[in-house]
Structures are given as structure tokens and as C-alpha cells.
Nanobody, 128 residues
Framework: QVKLVESGGGSVQPGDSLRLSCSVS????????MGWFRQALGKERGLVAA????????YYTDSVKGRFTISRDNAENTIWLQMNSLKPEDTAVYFC?????????????????????RGQGTQVTVSS
């Protein structure tokens, strides 16, 4: 069974940084295209960033471009989301998602429904 576990959330002040991590527990050692989503209170879930299984292709929603960086280490089956210059509007529950890909190292997915697996989420609060 595939399990995703996030960590790294917390409460910070505007302008601070946080680094989220998501580890994939998978005995089959499949390759995954992965993404970070977030959901703020009273708002719909939205894609923050996505990364292909090879790591060659990344995507960022406009509001985080230049501030957030998604990366991965396939040997560790882990992805990270480095979040800099955090703003109050970044406050949300962040969760990672993964979908297995075979022979498609550059595919990324922007819709949550395209991901087979999801983590439980970690809270990020940005407030002064």
C-alpha cells in the first residue's frame, strides 16, 4: 500500500520561510509524478506546484512563482516544497499527491483528480 507522509508545517511570520517534505512509502518502488496542493479555510483546493517523475519538469501556480521551489530526490522517494517570503494568504493546509507513471518521466498533472494518492496534510499559518 502506498502512503504519503508530509512534514514541515508550522506557524511563521510574513517574510519567513518553511520547507515541507513528503515521503512516499511504496514497496513496489514505482515512479511518481507528484504535486503539492493547498486548501485554505473556506476555499477550494488548488495546485501549488508539481514535479515530473524525472524532476525535469516543474509547474507553479502564479501566486507562488519566484517564492516557492519544488524539488525531489528519487533515491529517497521524497519531494520538498521550499517556501520563501511567505505571505498571510499562503496560510492553508498543504498536502502532497502522487500518481504512478511508467515511461512518462516528464508528465505533470494539474488536477487533483489525476492523482491516485494523497497525504493527510500539514498546516501552514503565516501571521504577524
Amino acid at each position: 500500500q502506498v502512503k504519503l507522509v508530509e512534514s514541515g508545517g508550522g506557524s511563521v511570520q510574513p517574510g519567513d520561510s518553511l520547507r515541507l517534505s513528503c515521503s512516499v512509502s511504496d514497496r513496489t518502488k514505482s515512479t511518481y509524478s507528484m504535486g503539492w496542493f493547498r486548501q485554505a479555510l473556506g476555499k477550494e483546493r488548488g495546485l501549488v506546484a508539481a514535479i515530473s517523475s524525472s524532476g525535469e519538469v516543474t509547474y507553479y501556480t502564479d501566486s507562488v512563482k519566484g517564492r516557492f521551489t519544488i524539488s525531489r530526490d528519487n533515491a529517497e522517494n521524497t519531494i520538498w516544497l521550499q517556501m520563501n517570503s511567505l505571505k498571510p494568504e499562503d496560510t492553508a493546509v498543504y498536502f502532497c499527491a502522487a500518481t504512478p507513471v511508467l515511461g512518462a518521466p516528464t508528465f505533470i498533472f494539474k488536477q487533483l483528480d489525476d492523482y491516485y494518492y494523497r497525504g493527510q496534510g500539514t498546516q501552514v499559518t503565516v501571521s504577524s
